[in-house]
Each structure stands twice: as C-alpha cells, then as structure tokens.
C-alpha cells in the first residue's frame, strides 16, 4: 500500500488559515489522494480528494504538488469546530480501501 | 449528502455473549462497506470489507469467525462480535461507498462503543 507521512499535530488559532501537509513520496498514478477528519467519539468525516489537480469545496482546499508526492489540505479560517485528527489517505487503482495512519491532530485555540 | 446509518450507538454486554451492530446506507445503495475498529487513541484498523451478496473479506490477523458479516442488501450490512470479551471493547465503525473505485468518497457511520464486561 501507498504509505502517507503526516505530522503527529499541529496548532491554530481561530479564524486563522492552517495548512496540513501530507508526503506520499510512493503514490501510484491512479491514486486519489483523499482527505477525512475525525472528531472525538464520532466517525470518520469527508473532507476533500483529488487526482492532479488542486481542488477546492465548501469544506476546504487541496493543493497537490506538480509531481504528486505531497499535498497540503487548507482551512482558510479555523474554527474550534475544525478541533479534529485529519487523515490524508491515498486510494485507488488495485488499493480501493481506505487505510488510515496517524493522522494529524488539530488543536484550534480561540 | 449521503448519509450511512450506524446502531446502536453504543452497547455494553456480559462476556460470552454476542453483539450485532447495524450499518446502514440511508440514501444510496453500497456495493461495498467497510469495518473498522479504533482503540482509545489510536487510529483506524480496517476489518474487513464487504460486497453485497458475497463473502467479506478479512484482513491479516481478524478472525472470520468472531466477527461475523452479513452484507445481504445495498443498504444494510451487520457486523456481529460473537462471544465478546474485554478484550473486544472499542470502538466499532462502518462506511459505506457506491462502486470499488478510488474516484468517489466514503460515507462513515457515527461508530458503536463496544464495552464488555
């Protein structure tokens, strides 16, 4: 499997952007690099994904580097509510599972 | 947006006896649903995966026969923990997607507390 490298956490102040980034240095050409969050005693949430091309929502934004190996997921002004792990995960070609590592932990602080 | 069902929330059960947890896709239909398992502070460990109408498959180290599921529907598969014990407490958590590509999102329960006692 395409492994993710993610910082253990991460800080932010509220109404401030934070940027998460995530290394996938071994990703495949048919890998969706995918992004979900997850808040205490809750189950995993979408967040964002993409192929190539930097992608944007409601939720947030995805900037994925020209080679691919590494992709930042943007929250363009923190809440307390975005409090979460954050999972950047590779999926696709044969691997069609979701398999999370560590994930990022994001304290907001107000 | 699409929305996976999960029940019960939370379960506590005597050692021995077997728990069924639910898993439900409200406004789609899942060719595929994911188990997963997450002990305190760590991170998710897929289970297993299922396809409507045949055999999960486990991953590496999961037994099949302690943890039974049943994906007979495009809405509903059941994961049941037969003869729980303490050790089996966690928390439990499914999800669900429409096709087995890596082109679409998944769709994740709110999770079921597992404690046995």
């Known amino acids: 499997d395409a492994k993710t490298t993610q910082p253990n956490s991460m800080e932010s102040n509220e109404e401030e952007p934070v940027h998460l980034p995530c290394n996938h240095s071994?990703?495949?050409?048919?890998?969706?690099i995918h992004w979900y969050r997850q808040l205490p005693s809750q189950g995993p949430e979408y967040v964002i994904h993409?192929?190539?091309s930097n992608v944007n929502n409601r939720m947030a934004s995805l900037a994925i580097a020209e080679d691919r190996k590494s992709s930042t997921l943007i929250l363009h002004r923190a809440t307390l509510r975005d409090a979460a792990v954050y999972y950047c995960i590779l999926r696709g070609g044969s691997n069609y599972k979701l398999t999370f590592g560590k994930g990022t932990l994001l304290t907001v602080n107000p | 947006g699409a929305v996976v069902s999960q029940h019960p929330s939370w379960v506590i059960c005597k050692s021995g006896t077997s728990v069924k947890i639910e898993c439900r896709s409200l406004?789609?239909?899942?060719?595929?649903m994911f188990w997963y398992r997450q002990f305190p502070k760590q991170s998710l460990m897929l289970m297993a995966t299922?396809?409507?109408?045949?055999?999960?498959?486990?991953e590496q180290g999961v037994e099949k026969d302690k943890f039974l599921i049943n994906h007979a529907s495009l809405t509903l598969s059941t994961l049941t923990v037969t003869s729980a014990h303490p050790e089996d407490s966690s928390f439990y958590i499914c999800s669900a997607t429409w096709t087995g590509t890596g082109n679409e999102k998944l769709f994740f329960g709110s999770g079921t507390q597992l404690s046995v006692l």
């Open positions: 993409g192929l190539t």
């Open positions: 071994t990703i495949s050409g048919t890998d969706y």
């Open positions: 299922s396809n409507e109408g045949s055999k999960a498959t486990y």
């Open positions: 406004d789609f239909q899942a060719t595929t």
